[in-house]
Nanobody
Framework: QVQLVESGGGLVQPGGSLRLSCAAS????????MGWYRQAPGNGRELVAS???????NYADSVKGRFTISRDNAKNTVYLQLDSLKAEDTAGYLC????????????????WGQGTQVTVSS
């Protein structure tokens, strides 16, 4: 019923930038938190950044000051601006959204994008 379409990954040199986007479509009442996890070989999955429906943001310490998350509620889309990229940022980035399917429903399932690869290499 709900689909998250994720895009924006690619290959970039250290110090470069990328912008990821993730758009939700389908039938639902509202979207609460949105954000990205990432996972690289040898590393566990970590929460990179999140943003609430009201715009409150949280970042992993490793990306603070370099990444910026934002959202356009009218378009049901979340964005992640990645600046000053480092080799250690190389990972698969997976968008998520906590979605209320129907009004008054307390259960908020989490939906996932298909993932996009970010590779930082000189």
């Amino acid at each position: 019923q709900v689909q998250l379409v994720e895009s924006g990954g690619g290959l970039v040199q250290p110090g470069g930038s990328l912008r990821l986007s993730c758009a939700a479509s389908g039938r639902f009442f509202s979207i609460n938190d949105m954000g990205w996890y990432r996972q690289a070989p040898g590393n566990g999955r970590e929460l990179v950044a999140s943003i609430s429906s009201g715009g409150s943001t949280n970042y992993a310490d490793s990306v603070k000051g370099r990444f910026t998350i934002s959202r356009d509620n009218a378009k049901n889309t979340v964005y992640l601006q990645l600046d000053s990229l480092k080799a250690e940022d190389t990972a698969g980035y997976l968008c998520y959204a906590s979605i209320v399917l129907e009004r008054y429903e307390s259960y908020e399932p989490i939906y996932w994008g298909q993932g996009t690869q970010v590779t930082v290499s000189s």
